[in-house]
């Protein structure tokens, strides 16, 4: 191991060795003092630096060559350097480039959360909960697409993607083959496949994982469940292609779907075999009995999500109730979901989850 | 008549074929080059003579190539940028098309200055014919043994590889056209690290515009110091300006950088003065990316002095008061232009032309199109450009390449000397339509006749 090298990111001094990121040494303090990174996934090769939200001001460059970085630099791709002193939340100029990247990633986002599969565990929903405004200033029709099948397990809202490239890092990356890219460019690109060529290769399925928004879903999932409804338990089972290490998504028991395990940054997490922990489509998309799997226990959501309760303090709750809303008429069914997410409630069991929705529900035509 | 290095025999009879440029004196800065200097003297006399890069940013030619990387056993690339995409600029098609040998002859002695064996010319795929012309030339070079293995006998070898573009503006960006080159999507790199480390196939790169490389072959045959006396200041030899707009003589002319803006448009050397008796309004001095600046300004700057045709003088007074230099692209609109049609039609170009990787470019392009159209069409409102503003603000600066800046920097200079104009659009929504705002104070201080 060489030298460490001292950074100070928002006054907090660390210790990082050389070739260690501003978001990585940032993400060691944690907390607010760690940027939002919206397309950087640290096992994908050559992410990040498009989303712009991870940007910070440096304001030392380092012992050595004190002056300062004269734009913002993205902390994703940025090496810290000995003596660099870095401000995040600390600087207004970043805090006000931040809220203007949130604007823009939202400006053609249809905010169509309330028939997102990816709702409650959205790191778009979270990053405009903690540094967007309430509204927009776009006053313009957004863009639309057509929703695209990629195969016969995942489904493309292009309309939602905020072109991160994860995914095509991942495609590229995890499965060899350059079938999966980007047509088209500026506000009219979109993700395609090679001439809507299916995406079979064993791995794609974790192209869903990797994507922060709700534009690659889970075909096999899809409006079958809210995910603040479903209870997420870790599982495996031997599996030849894979670690076969997953997070099954639970209601009663069943289970609704299959993902790989994820850390505190919303990452598939390093397999206790080795290697990342990324899953084959057969363990997400076919195996979805209880009884394909080992249930080791419920899974600990650390993510600031959502689905995780009580991260959302100080909203306030509308005062119009849902019947002044609806002029008189009830609603069959309504709910809180700050009041009803089960997901990080280790201490209630499986059997007791079972209202207000139930996939039976859904069977009846 | 200034001094001209470039397109002084631009125009001799058949110039454009080996024998004829042999004839004229072409290929001696080879000769000089491989047989009596060495790599390193070569860089040295590139340093000497000041030459800033000609493509847009002016960066020093010299101190680029000295920034290369050797490693032992990697191969180095030279790469000539000739996507030339830029609105207004069209200079470097002028240059390949009228006296391609020119070119080659540069990218010969400075592929040998910086290693290359392979060198690529990146041409904008528009320019099919020009391909042809620069393939043509090289396979003459070739016959005449300037080109291939042990070129004059000194053990160097080079060969120069012509790849055409496939329309995309980007692709003019360094880094974009390197991804370009290896057959990937143009997508600009994010840097570092940079070419002269990791260029094409992560190999030690330098990427040059075409008359860069051009302006090579005067240095080595007057020598770094003579040509740096061409010129003022940091402004040393001569530099293309293709001219365009509401002028007499639109074309492009070699100037040497003293100059004033106001010989350059009015005297009949150059752009002959103003179409059709028209004023001058407004001028984007350095392609569509500069800022736009009103005639009371270019002609003078705020300091009152007169400014002159170069690096220095054109960025005088920086963004408040001052523009650039740029690639050379100059536009002058005359009393009849709108300045926000004009602002608009640029950012359209942006929208077009952003490759998407960014969030701010990618969405802040497409917003500030919408907003210009609107206010163009006489449906904005005045706190449009407040916002136009603001989403400039937002984009500049915080993006993976310079296209954000280059779309951000003229709806500023716009707001900024035209607002004026903006707000006569918001409060008349019908007249906006149907005439124009016209010259009111932005009147060059230069009478003339009509
Ligand atoms: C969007 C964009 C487009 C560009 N287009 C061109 C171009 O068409 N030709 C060019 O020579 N440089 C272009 N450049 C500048 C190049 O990135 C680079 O700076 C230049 O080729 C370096 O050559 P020079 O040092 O000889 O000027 C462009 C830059 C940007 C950001
Ligand atoms: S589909 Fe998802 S992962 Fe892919 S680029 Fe869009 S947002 Fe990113
Ligand atoms: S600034 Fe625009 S063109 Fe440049 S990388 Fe970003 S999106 Fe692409
Ligand atoms: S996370 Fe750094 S730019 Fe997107």
Redesign the interface.
Known sequence: MGDLLKVTIDNITVEVPNGTTILQAARLVGGEVAPPAMCYYSKLEGS??????C?VEVSKGSEKDPRPMP??V?SC?TTVMDGMEVKNITSDRVL??RA??V???L??HPLDCPICDQAGECHLQDLSYEHGKSGT??E?QRRTFKKHDLGDYIQLHMTRC??C?RCVFTADQLTKTREH??L??????EIATFIEKNLQNDFIGNVIDVCPVGALTDKTFRFKNRVWFTKPVDAHRECTTCCGEVQLWMRGDEVFRVTARKDEWGEVKESTKGGTGWICNTCRFEKKQATDWVIEGPSEVSRHSVIGQGHYVNTVKPKETFTDVMKGLEPRLYMDIHDISEVNKPEVSLSLLDRPAHSTDFGKK | MGVKLLLEKAHVEGIRYYDVYRREGGYRSVEKALKTMSPEAIVEEVKKSGLRGRGGAGFPTGMKWSFIAKPEGVPRHLVCNADESEPGTFKDRYLMEFIPHLLLEGLIVSSFALGSNATYIYIRGEYAWITDILEQAITEAKNAGWLGKNILGTGFDCEIYVQRGAG?Y?CGEETALIESLEGK?GNPR?KPPFPAIKGVWDRPTVVNNVETLAAVVPIINLGGDEYAKIGVGRSTGTKLISACGNIKKPGVYEIDMTISVEEFIFSDEYCGGMANGKRLKACIPGGSSVPILPANLLLKTAKGETRIMNYESLSDGGFATGSMMGSGGFIVLDEDQCIVKNTYTLARFY??????????C??????ME?ILKRLDEGKGSMSDID?LWDIQR?IE????CPLGDAAAWPVAAAIRHFRDEFEWHVLHPERCTTENYGLRHYADPVYVPA
Request: proline share 2%; hydrophobic share 30%; charged share 30%.
């Open positions: 990040g630096g498009k989303c712009r939200t940007l734009k913002l993205a791709r006000d480039a203007g990247v604007e823009f990633l400006l053609n200033r776009y313009f905020i072109l490239y890219g980007v088209d460019r500026g506000d009219h690109a | 995309a980007i999507r994010i929208r077009h032309e952003s490759c998407g990787q960014c969030s701010p990618r969405e802040g392009t497409g917003w919408k916002l937002k600066g915080n993006t993976i």
